[in-house]
């Protein structure tokens, strides 16, 4: 690869990286074609992007992106893929789903909300946390229960007075 083009993939993955709130690294060599076209179309429709990179080219990347990404250096070995995605936590919840049948991709490292996860035992981890919707919606129906219990409050309330009146109106006539 000519040192022109290595500079071009170092300035996209860096454009990349500093794009993406979210990344993850995970090894996903030893997959057949079949097997990574697969992985690929599940990645396309849940919006993650897999790129497969060097670890030197990616490594400068990381050191040029606006990122604290120093503790992924360490896990830049063997092969590497990353997994770019708006949404934390859903290209954990591929990895995980993924390598119960192929054992490919193995999780590295993440990027995180602006924190760094290092190792497989972070995964599960990575799966639990609640994207920014989803933190909003929880929110959002908190705030709408107790109107929603004085709603239906007042709704019951209000025949259980038309009831009573009703059985009163009876009792007189």
Same mark, same amino acid.
């Given at each position: ?12 993955l ?16 030893g ?37 604290n ?14 997994l770019f995605?708006?949404? %934390? ?13 192929n ?8 990027f ?8 497989e ?13 989803e933190?909003?919606? %929880? ?10 219990n004085v ?5 019951? %309330?209000?025949?259980?007075?038309? %009831? ?10």
């Amino acid at each position: 690869m000519k040192r022109s083009d290595k500079l071009e993939v170092i300035e996209k993955l860096t454009s990349e990286i500093n794009s993406y709130n979210h990344f993850y690294i995970a090894d996903i060599s030893g997959l057949n074609a079949e097997v990574t076209s697969n992985l690929r179309r599940l990645c396309n429709k849940r919006e993650v992007k897999l790129v497969v990179v060097k670890n030197k080219l990616l490594r400068k990347a990381l050191e040029n992106s606006n990122k604290n990404t120093e503790e992924l250096y360490d896990v830049l070995k063997d092969n590497t893929s990353v997994l770019f995605s708006n949404t %934390g936590n859903v290209p954990a919840k591929l990895i995980k789903e993924f390598s119960k049948k192929n054992k490919k991709p193995v999780f590295k490292a993440a990027f995180v909300e602006e924190c760094t996860y290092v190792g497989e035992n972070q995964l599960d981890a990575l799966i639990d946390i609640k994207s920014k919707e989803e933190l909003i919606g %929880g929110i959002i129906s908190m705030l709408q229960a107790p109107v929603k219990n004085v709603v239906s409050a007042l709704q019951s %309330g209000g025949q259980t007075i038309s %009831g009573l009146l009703k059985t009163l109106e009876q009792r007189t006539a």
